[in-house]
């Protein structure tokens, strides 16, 4: 098989990955996270960009070692050419595209949440559509109905913050350090989310599917209501006794949400078979929740931590695909920082 051997290359926030795929097999993989936004309570794009520079030919050498190939033994290489922080995007760009040309190789321009939704069928070659797609990340969060590879409806998406920037910015107001996700993951295990009851955004018992909103999202008055009730036990001098309470309760909201939205779409679509895709799909509550509300009928796929949080390889398999249709980047492609998703249909 031509190009079969694909170089995959992810910067677009804060990992620097690269991998080497060959027909679906991860030869080499190493993804490097960058840890000093954690001292500014948040992902500083200056920062990334010059953290990916220092270390990209580093992570692509070993990704190459770890597959016992030299970089001329690649035959196309994907990178993700957007969205996300363009300075940071840049970087895998100018690589990925010197590369090519210094090697005579195809590129292919990758969508990030595109590579998300491949990311599971790298461990289940089940987890191909048709599916709704629950994705969530730290920039995005997305509600789609794949019918084959490449064919997309877009249901659902939130109108405001991304379920993962609200996890961020909870944990930061809980005065926990970023990433916030895992932090609150972990902390809301020995809370009683009771003792905070908080809205479940846009859900609401009434709404019918013409409803503009019955599949949207919103979760900047969630994260509104936090810190609302995080302002009003600090007066009280309660911060430490409430923080696993307060942030088992805000899981909860989000969860539900969540789940209720992507449930919601299977029933419109009538696909009970449902992806869970992005960095919050990581979390335990949220893949239970939604196998419990799924109550056994159809399939629920998500993949392996590693797989799910920012990587190479998911962008190796997305390219991959790409690369089958014969859609390479032309000479001129660059990074965008708002890359519209590929594949949409009406
Ligand atoms: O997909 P990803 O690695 O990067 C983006 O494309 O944004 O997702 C990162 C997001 C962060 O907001 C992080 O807090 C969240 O995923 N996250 C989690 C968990 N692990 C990471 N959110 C909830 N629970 C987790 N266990
Ligand atoms: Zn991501």
Not at 8 to 13: D, I, P, Q, W
Not at 98 to 106: G, I, N
Not at 200 to 212: C, N, V
Not at 306 to 329: K, T
Request: charged share 25%; aromatic share 4%; glycine share 10%.
């Amino acid at each position: 098989m031509r190009r079969a051997t694909v170089l995959g290359l992810e910067t677009s926030c804060d990992e620097t990955s690269a991998a080497i795929l060959r027909r679906g097999e991860i030869l080499g993989h190493v993804i490097l996270s960058q840890d000093e936004h954690r001292l500014y309570g948040g992902v500083v794009p200056e920062l990334a960009a010059r953290a990916h520079l220092a270390v990209i030919d580093d992570v692509v050498q070993g990704a190459l070692d770890e597959a016992g190939l030299e970089l001329h033994a690649v035959d196309a290489l994907g990178v993700t050419a957007g969205p996300g922080l363009i300075g940071a995007l840049l970087v895998g760009v100018c690589w990925a595209r010197a590369a090519a040309f210094a090697l005579d190789r195809p590129v292919v321009p990758v969508h990030h949440m595109e590579a998300h939704l491949f990311a599971p069928s790298l461990e289940d070659p089940q987890a191909h559509p048709p599916f709704v797609a629950l994705l969530v990340s730290g920039g995005h969060t997305l509600i789609l109905h794949a019918r084959q590879w490449g064919d997309y409806q877009l249901l659902g998406q939130t109108r405001d913050d991304a379920a993962g920037e609200a996890y961020d910015k909870v944990a930061k107001l809980l005065g926990l350090p970023y990433p916030g996700g895992p932090q609150i993951e972990r902390l809301a295990r020995e809370g009683d989310p009771s003792r905070h009851p908080f809205p479940r955004p846009m859900l609401r018992g009434g709404q019918s599917p013409g409803d503009p909103d019955y599949l949207d999202m919103s979760f900047s008055g969630l994260k509104t209501a936090v810190s609302a009730r995080v302002t009003e036990v600090v007066r009280e001098d309660r911060l430490e006794e409430e923080r696993a309470h307060l942030a088992a309760a805000f899981q909860e909201a989000m969860v539900d949400t969540l789940v209720s939205k992507t449930m919601r779409a299977v029933e419109i679509t009538g696909c009970p078979r449902v992806l869970l895709g992005g960095g919050v799909s990581v979390n335990q509550a949220l893949r239970l929740e939604m196998a419990r509300r799924q109550g056994g009928e159809g399939r629920l796929f998500h993949a392996s931590p590693r797989l799910s949080l920012d990587n190479g390889a998911m962008v190796a398999r997305a390219a991959a695909f790409r690369l089958e249709r014969g859609e390479v980047g032309d000479a001129e492609f660059s990074a965008q920082a708002a890359l519209p998703f590929p594949g949409l249909v009406e």
